[in-house]
């Protein structure tokens, strides 16, 4: 019983919302939704103003994903040092 239990309650992998994991998932997303908004913007036919402003649009997007990733790492490691600095 206690093997079946241990099996159930053991961790496997990182933890899910480490930096580890956060910060390549949201750079992933900002380059997707860059690349996926770039690649359908010319199906729409916009003019060439609306075209230029949406691909600001979705740039910024993808470098507030990537600071928001970034900003994950920052914060995990300050914590640890944090964590250091009090034992």
Known sequence: MTRLRRL???????DIFSAKVIS???TAVGVFTF???????PSLAPTR?????????LA???????AV???????DRLE???DKTTR
Do not use: D, H, K, N
Request: hydrophobic share 65%.
């Open 8 to 14: 159930f309650l053991a961790r496997i992998g990182p």
């Open 69 to 75: 990733g970034q900003l994950a790492v920052v914060i």
């Open 35 to 41: 690349l996926a908004g770039a690649l359908y913007l």
């Open 80 to 82: 640890v040092r944090s």
């Open 49 to 57: 103003v609306e075209l230029i402003q949406c691909l600001l649009l």
């Open 24 to 26: 390549p998932a949201l």
């Open 60 to 66: 910024t997007v993808a470098l507030l994903c990537t």
